[in-house]
């Protein structure tokens, strides 16, 4: 794990705490002002985002690991070893 990674999980922490004191407080305080067909239009909406954002997370997360592990494979090998894979 570098350092990048542990900025990031940080910052999604926080993220997400804010983001459950949040949902907590719209649930008390709003939602029950809240005409039936509007309450679930938001439902449907955060349903979406609860089990979308961390496939879309975890996504780019791998992406970003892949695309670090090739370039780590490229700068280990020298441009001797390349002219000796090619036919």
Not at 13 to 40: C, E, N, Q, R
Not at 52 to 74: C, F, N, T, V
């Amino acid at each position: 794990m570098q350092r990048n990674d542990l900025s990031a999980l940080i910052i999604a922490l926080l993220v997400t705490a804010a983001m459950g004191w949040g949902m907590v407080y719209f649930v008390k305080h709003i939602w029950p002002y809240l005409p039936p067909w509007l309450s679930m239009l938001i439902f449907i909406f955060l349903a979406v985002m609860v089990i979308g954002y961390p496939i879309l997370a975890l996504a780019r997360w791998s992406d970003r690991y892949l695309q670090r592990q090739k370039e780590q494979q490229r700068g280990s090998t020298s441009p001797q070893d390349r002219s000796d894979r090619r036919p």
